[in-house]
């Protein structure tokens, strides 16, 4: 089979680790709970920042953000090397800037990822990256974010949301944990 993912808080929980180092910096302590109960995706506001705050705050920090011990969500990794190891294609598609793309697949695969040539697709925004995963023909895509997933609905590739705070109000079959898909893919 064939199986697309998205990185960024699909595979690894980008946002808490942003979350964390914003509390470090900025010397605060704001509770996971908060960052929990977050409804968009941008993680600025617990901190008493503004859009333009937040924004130059994720901009400055970004290299920071992508590079450092940011941990894979449990079994993630697991998930993904099992499928690679019984003979699966694995397709890394993530709209991260293209500055970072060469840096993100090299640490990708520090961490442990399975990544074959060809199969690592970045720096496209999400209309690019819905052209990618149609031309690629996938069986399953999962991805955090509903506005990839929604304009996916005339293909045959199976969509699934990585459960998120911020994708509450998107009906689609959800990933709640990593073990569970392996259990699904095992039906």
Known sequence: MKFGFDIDDTLIDLRAHA???YNQKLGKNVSFETFQALQRVEIHEPFGLTDEEGSAMWNSTLEEI???NCPPFKDALETLQALAES???IYYITSRPKQYCAQTKAWMEEQGFPITEGRFFCGMQDTEKVAIIKELALD????DKPAVLETLNDVRTKVMLKNQSYNQHVNLPRLYDWQEF???LQK
């Open 87 to 89: 003979g699966h294609e």
């Open 140 to 143: 399953i895509y999962v991805d």
């Open 182 to 184: 392996q259990g699904m």
């Open 19 to 21: 979350f964390s180092l």
């Open 66 to 68: 992508y590079f450092t």
